[in-house]
């Protein structure tokens, strides 16, 4: 096979040297120009980054919804959350400081009325945290839901199984403490999840709608004394909804 080289010109960028073959009594042009496989190239793997950008953020987005945080907190900061009084400023930062100092065995209560940004500020310390640590939030109810639901014949779950499961995440986050109906069998079932990631020395932080004493009868005294022992920190949202 014979190769040479020709001066060729481009339409777009001009005069440049192209390669040329004989095959078979045929002559192949084997080379384009140089400035237009560049932005071929170019525009290859602009598609490519794009492309892998794209799933890069579909897995943020599934990761941090499979923990629990719903799409409105989604990617939300502490610099999401807007303080107007001195108690919003200070619960904000008792937040920030809480999850920088992850990992810890301290948990924490968060508890006030509906729309003073509980959850808000749970969600941005999961999304600080969930690239490095197993995280979850989710209602106390659905926790209650799961669990009976492994009384079913055909479940593949067991009680012992999600109670595990639920005692050794790094970060578990029960959010509507009080939501769920309060009976002996429930108050158990969240016993045996606090005291077990007591006993793991794992962090758990509980949101509530009630006070402390509401909290108590909604999950019993020994959930409570668990979760404030070694310097478990209780914060309290005594302000009016931000909610319009």
């Known amino acids: 096979m014979n190769t040479w080289e020709e001066s060729c010109t481009c339409e777009k960028h001009g005069d440049y040297i192209g390669k040329f073959y004989n095959l078979g009594g045929k002559v192949n042009h084997g080379g384009n120009c140089q400035e237009c496989l560049r932005l071929k190239n170019k525009e290859e793997q602009d598609a490519k980054d794009k492309e892998e950008q794209g799933k890069a953020k579909a897995r943020k987005i599934r990761k941090r919804e499979d923990a629990g945080i719903s799409k409105r907190n989604l990617f939300k900061t502490f ?29 924490m209560i968060m508890v006030g009325g509906v729309g ?19 995280c ?36 578990l986050v029960l959010d509507e403490v009080g939501s769920q109906f309060g009976s002996d069998t429930e108050k158990l079932f969240i016993f045996d999840i606090i005291d077990g990631r007591y006993q793991n020395m794992k962090p758990t932080i509980l949101i ?13 005294d020994r959930c409570v004394d668990r979760l404030r022992e070694g310097g478990g920190m209780m914060i309290a949202f005594d302000w009016a909804s931000e909610r319009k």
């Not at 100092?101 to 948990?107: M, Q, Y």
């Not at 509530?208 to 019993?220: E, R």
């Open 208 to 220: 509530s709608n009630l006070d402390i004493d509401g909290i108590k009868d909604a999950i019993g």
């Open 136 to 171: 979850e939030m989710i209602k106390v109810i659905d926790v209650v839901r799961e669990l009976k639901a492994t009384w079913a014949k055909d479940s593949t779950d067991t009680e012992e199984k999600l109670i595990k499961y639920y005692s050794n995440i790094d970060l």
């Open 116 to 134: 003073t940004g509980k959850t808000l500020l749970a969600s941005a310390g999961i999304d600080s945290i969930i690239d490095d640590y197993r």
């Open 79 to 107: 610099d999401d959350y807007i303080c107007q009084t001195e108690g919003q400023t200070k619960a904000k930062n008792d937040c920030e400081r809480y999850f920088k100092e992850f990992p810890s065995d301290k948990s």
